[in-house]
């Protein structure tokens, strides 16, 4: 988890705030992208289907924090890292950025 050069107050943020993290991590392209400093982030996975000796598309979803340091955008593909529960259905939030998209 690298340091940003700005600064935040936010209490929920990894890098500036109060919030520890854990080993746990994914990486997704954000979907969605709320004014309450939250985000969807999506990444696809191949499952095997036995019968037909083939694989399928199947998607996760999560819904993450997006602290102000980061501000990440809609298209942007993320890192997220695992914290205690920070609202009803937050347990991740954003740590970086990983490649910057181009939507919005």
């Not at 289907?49 to 399928?56: G, L, N, Q, T, V």
């Not at 598309?57 to 340091?69: E, I, K, Y």
């Amino acid at each position: 988890m690298k340091k940003n050069k700005e600064s935040c107050d936010d209490k929920k943020c990894p890098i500036h705030g109060h919030v520890n993290v854990k080993t746990e991590s994914y990486t997704g392209m954000i979907i969605k992208k709320d004014a309450n400093r939250s985000a969807t982030i999506e990444w696809n996975r191949q499952h095997y289907i036995s019968k037909f000796e083939r694989y399928e598309l199947r998607r996760s979803r999560l819904h993450v924090h997006n602290p102000a340091c980061v501000n990440a955008r809609i298209g942007d593909v993320v890192r997220v890292m695992k914290t205690r529960p920070l609202s009803k259905t937050k347990n991740f939030a954003i740590v970086d950025i990983i490649k910057k998209g181009g939507a919005q």
